[in-house]
């Protein structure tokens, strides 16, 4: 059995281990200094780390503009895929994005993360269009994704399995 996994912010001294993740993720990971900028510059961003004791095992973010929150990115350790930390991570920036003032969240996800996309379902997301050759290492296409009321997931979410959703 896997150790808890705590939510928290990403900080500087997460980064090293954030891009570990990230450079096994994706085709063309984004460089330190840009989570670095993120974290400490961008005054719209928040990000979290996914930790299992001192371990970060996961991380996401995500731009918090008006009444929006748009998702930069979601990546779980290739270990700790498939056991709920993705399912986490998300279920948190909704939680903040609502508690922030943002009842709508939209995201980027290829057309081929099937796996993602079903994710992202789970949690009432649904399909709104695309961005044509969004990806630029292969040139595929994104499928935008929006969930436009948080606060009737999590309402709807709790009739059905009797959760207190306010933690």
Same mark, same amino acid.
């Given at each position: 059995m896997?150790?808890e996994?705590i ?7 997460h980064l090293?281990?954030?891009m570990?993740?990230?450079?096994k993720?994706?085709?063309v990971?984004w460089s ?14 928040i990000?979290i780390? $996914?930790l *299992?004791r001192?371990?970060?095992v996961?991380?996401? #973010? !995500?731009? @918090?503009i ?8 979601? $990546?779980? *350790? ?5 056991q709920?930390? #993705? !399912?986490? @991570? ?9 508690l922030?003032?943002?009842?709508r ?8 993360n099937l796996g ?17 050759g ?5 040139n595929e ?7 436009y009321?948080?606060a009737?997931y ?8 009797g959760?207190?959703?306010?933690n």
């Amino acid at each position: 059995m896997k150790p808890e996994i705590i939510i928290a912010a990403m900080k500087p001294e997460h980064l090293s281990q954030v891009m570990v993740i990230e450079k096994k993720s994706f085709t063309v990971p984004w460089s330190e200094i840009t989570y670095y900028r993120e974290i400490s510059e961008n005054p719209y961003a928040i990000y979290i780390v $996914a930790l *299992s004791r001192e371990e970060v095992v996961g991380y996401a #973010g !995500r731009w @918090l503009i008006l009444d929006e929150s748009h998702i930069t990115n979601i $990546a779980v *350790s290739p270990g700790w895929r498939r056991q709920g930390v #993705g !399912r986490k @991570l998300l279920e948190h920036m909704l939680r903040t994005s609502l508690l922030d003032g943002a009842n709508r969240m939209t995201l980027e996800v290829r057309r081929t993360n099937l796996g993602a996309q079903k994710l992202y379902q789970e949690f009432a997301f649904s399909a709104a269009g695309y961005r044509r050759g969004y990806y630029t290492d292969n040139n595929e296409d994104a499928l935008i994704m929006w969930q436009y009321d948080i606060a009737a997931y999590f309402d709807r979410k709790e009739q059905i399995d009797g959760t207190d959703t306010g933690n």
